[in-house]
Structures are given as structure tokens and as C-alpha cells.
T-cell receptor, first 112, second 111 residues
């Protein structure tokens, strides 16, 4: 589904480095989300945004920050990466009902 | 806090047989229960969902049942095929912000 895109798709970085993951969507949805996926833990919500001026923490926001630059763009930053932030990161959008989540292709992040 | 438990974590069935995955949720305010399928190396995609005012929903070979009293819901896949091999996630939600995913079930279909 090319409607939700993420860059980069893969990234290796060192402990202590700042890194930004970017998400863009053409679905016209106001609601955007960042999830983290770890083996055996499913998908856990990091941050979500219901519109450009609305940012909310999810269940695992510590160590992360976000920026909603426009309706179509939602970025996730790791200010000082640590190895246990190694994971697969997904951006998602949803319509106003908040029902179906449309996921991006994911970014595989490795922190050494 | 809110929690969704999913079982089993892995499931292997013979091609043509049925597969059942079960989830239990803790937040009684949950009213929307989607199931996502994630093929290897791909993004999760919605395959079926059910709302709290419905007890069962079918879409061809897949069905979902909901028992609100017991706070559990299940995914049923009949006549399994090789392309059903994937990781399946359940989730429970009562608003766009309060969606909790289960830990996933890796389903393998044996030829």
C-alpha cells in the first residue's frame, strides 16, 4: 500500500546518536501513529496525533519524541539511541472513526 | 492497565484443516476488535473486524466471534491454505487512542 510510506527502510546507528524516522501519507487521514514491534511483544504504541496541533503519548513514549509537520507527515525521533531501541518501527494512519489502521512498510532500526 | 492476551503464540495445522486463535481483553469499555495479518517482511493488514454489538462475523473462510461477557474473541480460519501462513494479531479498542494489540500468533500451514 503506497499510501503510507516510511524512510529510511533500514538504518544502523550507534549508541548515543540522534536519529529521525519519517512517515508520509496520501490517504488524507488526520490520525497518525507510531508503533514499535518486537518479537513476542506485538505492536506497542509510542505516540499518536489526531491533527497537526495534537500530539499524545502512547504506552512506551520514553526515549522518543515526535513532530507533526503537516497533515501528511509525522516524524519519530530518538534523541540518544540505545541498543534496546533496536526494533521494527511502523507508522500508521486511520480515518476519523479510528477503526482500521493503515500501516507503512516499516523501518528496521538497529542500534549498536 | 489494559491488556490483550493472545494464544497460542505458535500454531501449526495441516493444509485444509481449521485454525483457531483466541484473545482475551481486560478493558470492558472496548468496543472494536480487529484482526491483522502480517506476512513475512510485510506490514500488518486488517483482515476482519467486529464491533461489540455483534457476536459473530464471517468473510469467506475467516470468521470472528465475540463473547463480551467473558471478554474474549476468536479468529477462525477454515480450509486453511499455504497463503494463510503468517503472523496474526488481535487488538481491542474503545477509541482511536486506546488500541491494544495482542502479542501475535505465528500460523504455519503444513502441506
Amino acid at each position: 500500500d503506497a499510501d503510507v510510506t516510511q524512510t529510511p527502510r533500514n538504518r544502523i546507528t550507534k549508541t548515543g546518536k540522534r536519529i529521525m524516522l519519517e512517515c508520509s501519507q496520501t490517504k488524507g487521514h488526520d490520525r497518525m501513529y507510531w508503533y514499535r514491534q518486537d518479537p513476542g511483544l506485538g505492536l506497542r504504541l509510542i505516540y499518536y496525533s489526531f491533527d497537526v496541533k495534537d500530539i499524545n503519548k502512547g504506552e512506551i513514549s520514553d526515549g522518543y519524541s515526535v513532530s507533526r509537520q503537516a497533515q501528511a507527515k509525522f516524524s519519530l525521533s530518538l534523541e540518544s539511541a540505545i541498543p534496546n531501541q533496536t526494533a521494527l518501527y511502523f507508522c500508521a494512519t486511520s480515518d476519523p472513526t479510528g477503526s482500521e489502521q493503515y500501516f507503512g512498510p516499516g523501518t528496521r532500526l538497529t542500534v549498536t | 492497565g489494559e491488556n490483550v492476551e493472545q494464544h497460542p503464540s505458535t500454531l501449526s495445522v495441516q493444509e485444509g484443516d481449521s485454525a483457531v486463535i483466541k484473545c482475551t481483553y481486560s478493558d470492558s469499555a472496548s468496543n472494536y476488535f480487529p484482526w491483522y495479518k502480517q506476512e513475512l517482511g510485510k506490514r500488518p493488514q486488517l483482515i476482519i473486524d467486529i464491533r461489540s454489538n455483534v457476536g459473530e462475523k464471517k468473510d469467506q473462510r475467516i470468521a470472528v466471534t465475540l463473547n463480551k461477557t467473558a471478554k474474549h474473541f476468536s479468529l477462525h480460519i477454515t480450509e486453511t491454505q499455504p497463503e494463510d501462513s503468517a503472523v496474526y494479531f488481535c487488538a481491542a479498542s474503545w477509541s482511536a487512542s486506546k488500541i491494544i494489540f495482542g502479542s501475535g500468533t505465528r500460523l504455519s500451514i503444513r502441506p
